[in-house]
């Protein structure tokens, strides 16, 4: 991270990334773009690590202390204390990681509470647990506005996404931790739309639980690792029902017992992907010269003159994110009827943005890599298509898999 007072040179930044000329992506808060400096850090690990060390990287390359060394350099993006990050698995896994390791720190509470803008993986995870424990817990589900008044010494665990990966909404997490906390709540925040993104301080909120994704906001590339984030005031009291090998404290002595590892280490599963590792090694490097609190304030301006210019040209297209900066992420979505067929026009016009079902149009404001210029660009290609309905094409409406 870039040290307190200095300067985040975005148009710098933003010549660390490749990026398809012609074209304005504004999807990286689905998947982020590749930085130029990944493919030489991946040849690096085939042509003079994997090549040449073949097994004795784990220890001359140090591939098996990739989970906590990343895991450390995430932790200063989102705020959090050293060793007490580490990567590694899928967001999916880390999620059921973390709510099977904090029921175990409830009493006689059975309530899970969560909302209706909870990404619905989080939601099955949640739903195999309790399955899994012959229906033991109780799945409560509200309203995001609910939450706070949902909140009581009847509820043993807290799990929310901190930014709606629908509308961009975002929940207020310094508040809803501290009255969960008063509480005698657990918390699991879900960040996947948040690292990367917004200037988080996981130590000052004292959450128990965070999990993430790299390949959003972080630039990892597809399929590259999730991470767990564990309050290191209790990660030593954790007892995972996940017990990886690497997990073990001692996994080299091949013990039949699980014995957990020292701090966040008891929270590795299995072994690292050191191929995407390095992606995200690489990847992280970036973030060495950005001050979180500038790239928030950007992502804000961007958001505005986005919101801003399509309101003005595009009246038809209704706000889905809150209209308050400070009440959303780094995302702008709209309500539109024909969201698919025009999501596909406009990217066929070059701006990339996404759908989500029912009636969703999302476009990620990503300042590492997009300018004003980007922007206005991106409002005259988007109007164009809104108001002369190029989108009313049989092309268009032909639903692909991934929308």
Same mark, same amino acid.
């Given at each position: 991270m870039a040290t307190k007072g200095q300067m985040t040179n975005f148009e710098e930044t933003k010549k660390q990334f490749i990026l398809p000329k012609g074209l304005i992506y504004l999807d990286g808060n689905? @998947? !982020? &773009?590749? &930085?130029?400096?990944?493919?030489?850090? /991946? %040849?690096? @690990? @085939?042509?003079?690590? =994997?090549? %040449? @060390? #073949?097994?004795? !990287? =784990?220890?001359?390359?140090? =591939?098996?202390?990739?989970?906590?060394? #990343? !895991? %450390?350099?995430?932790?200063?993006? /989102? !705020?959090?204390e050293d060793n007490s990050v580490v990567v590694g698995e899928t967001l999916s896994v880390r999620v059921f990681q973390a709510l099977s390791s904090a029921i175990k720190d409830v009493g006689k509470r059975k309530i899970i509470l969560t909302d209706s803008g909870n990404f619905p993986s989080d939601l099955y995870m949640a739903q195999g647990l309790v399955h899994l424990l012959n229906d033991q817990f109780e799945i409560r589900i509200c309203e995001p506005e609910e939450v706070l008044d949902s909140l009581s010494d009847e509820i043993a665990v807290l799990m929310l996404t901190d930014v709606d990966y629908r509308t961009g909404r975002r929940h207020d997490i310094s508040l809803i931790s501290k009255i969960a906390k008063d509480n005698g709540i657990v918390t699991i925040w879900d960040l996947a739309h948040s690292a990367g993104a917004l200037n988080l301080n996981l130590k000052e909120w004292d959450i128990d639980y965070a999990v993430g994704c790299t390949y959003k906001y972080l630039n990892a590339g597809p399929g590259s690792p999730a991470f767990i984030y564990v309050n290191p005031k209790k990660i030593n009291e954790v007892k995972p029902s996940l017990m990886g090998w690497l997990g073990h404290q001692k996994p080299f002595e091949f013990l039949h017992k699980y014995v957990p590892g020292k701090g966040i280490n008891r929270m590795k599963i299995g072994t690292p992907p050191v191929l995407a590792n390095a992606a995200l090694a690489a990847s992280l490097k970036i973030w060495d010269t950005v001050n979180m609190s500038e790239l928030r304030s950007k992502s804000i301006d961007l958001s505005e003159r986005l919101i801003s210019g399509l309101k003005k040209n595009c009246p038809n297209l209704k706000l889905a994110s809150p209209i308050n900066a400070e009440d959303r992420g780094s995302q702008v979505s709209f309500y539109f009827e024909h969201g698919y067929p025009a999501m596909q026009a406009i990217i066929e016009k070059g701006v990339i943005g996404d759908f989500r079902s029912p009636n969703i149009m999302r476009f990620g404001i990503t300042p590492l890599y997009i300018s004003k210029e980007d922007i206005d660009l991106a409002i005259e290609i988007i109007s164009n298509v809104i108001q002369n309905s190029l989108w009313d094409r049989p092309k268009y409406k032909k639903q692909k898999f991934v929308t």
């Open positions: 689905s @998947l !982020g &773009p590749m &930085p130029k400096n990944v493919p030489s850090e /991946i %040849n690096t @690990l @085939l042509h003079e690590e =994997w090549s %040449n @060390l #073949l097994i004795n !990287g =784990w220890n001359d390359a140090e =591939w098996m202390f990739q989970p906590e060394n #990343l !895991g %450390n350099k995430i932790s200063r993006i /989102i !705020g959090a």
